[in-house]
């Protein structure tokens, strides 16, 4: 069994950071998968086709090409983020970036994914998995206070329904919902800086270590 470590959870609670941190910490790679489906949904945008529209949004996943994403600031913005969690719920594009992901998953020395399905779909045997959370209000006060650094003038009201509105829609679809695996820990950073919540994650990944030998 290689060290395979599935950090899903919804949009703000910490899980990108906490992922890329463990990632470091374990020498292993790391797949922000919320950034597959933000490219899909920014190339609809830009082609000027409809969120709705299953079929150009499978056809995009099918012909995605997944480097040099986390260099593209476009993804970062809340209209991407959005165009996500709509195309998301496709089954066929679901299905179009799975193997991808799950080849990432499957390299020699083990992985780190972060996202919503890794360690329901994804990754269902990964030895660790994490399952980051924060109230909707501190995930709100979190992704306001980085837009406003950015020059943002969305105001914390809208930010707060933007935040419920996608875990509604990311929880509620059909194709591969966002949920807490079985097995998997529950890590809630509502009370906890970046620097607790990350001694957190990596006490929960070095008991599942201790637990599968690894
Ligand atoms: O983690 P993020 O905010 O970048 O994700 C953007 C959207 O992509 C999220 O609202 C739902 C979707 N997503 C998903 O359905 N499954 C994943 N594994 C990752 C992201």
Redesign the pocket.
Known sequence: MTLIIAV?G???SG??TIAARLALTYGLPHL???????AV?ARLLAQGLSLDDEAAATEAARGLDASGLSDDPGLTTGE???A??R???FTGV?SALLDL?QAFAAQVGGAV??????GTV?APDAPAKLFVTATPEVRAARRWKQLAARGSDISFEDMLADIQR?DE??AG?GA?P?VQADDAVLLDTTDMGIEAAFDAARRIVEAARAKHGL
């Open positions: 899903d919804p949009a703000a899980k990108g922000d998968t919320g950034l597959l489906y933000r949904g991407a983020g959005e996500a969690s195309v998301a719920s679901r992901q994914l972060d996202g919503r399905d890794i994804i996608r829609r990311d679809r591969a966002m």
